[in-house]
Nanobody, 127 residues
Framework: QVQLMESGGGSVRPGGSLTLSCKTSGWTLNHYVMAWFRQPPGKDREGVTAIDSDGRTRYADSVKGRFTISRDEGKNSLYLRMNSLKPEDTGVYYC?????????????????????WGQGTHVNVSS
């Protein structure tokens, strides 16, 4: 059974930083895509960034230059380093994984296609 669990969320002032982690278990895939999505209060889920099994990445325009996605296959973990946080980054952050690695270029429009999801971790950016 595939399981994903996010951690690292919290409250931070604008300009601050956070690192989210997503620990995965129960799956071994040679090819995959892993992604971070977020759901701002009162809004729909949106793609933040994604990475495939070859290390290729995609970022939403709103986070380019501020967020960095990475993975540690030995630890079965996905990370999201968030710098220069803004109030509009507030929301519930979810990690997701799917074997359909070709999702990478279009991951932002596939929020409801990914097969496995974590429960989410809250990020609040406010002064």
């Amino acid at each position: 059974q595939v399981q994903l669990m996010e951690s690292g969320g919290g409250s931070v002032r604008p300009g601050g930083s956070l690192t989210l982690s997503c620990k995965t278990s129960g799956w071994t895939l040679n090819h995959y895509v892993m992604a971070w999505f977020r759901q701002p209060p009162g809004k729909d889920r949106e793609g933040v960034t994604a990475i495939d099994s070859d290390g290729r990445t995609r970022y939403a325009d709103s986070v380019k230059g501020r967020f960095t996605i990475s993975r540690d296959e030995g630890k079965n973990s996905l990370y999201l380093r968030m710098n220069s946080l803004k109030p509009e980054d507030t929301g519930v952050y979810y990690c997701a994984v799917d074997s359909r690695w070709w999702f990478l270029p279009s991951y932002e429009s596939r929020a409801y296609d990914f097969g496995y999801w974590g429960q989410g971790t809250h990020v609040n950016v406010s002064s």
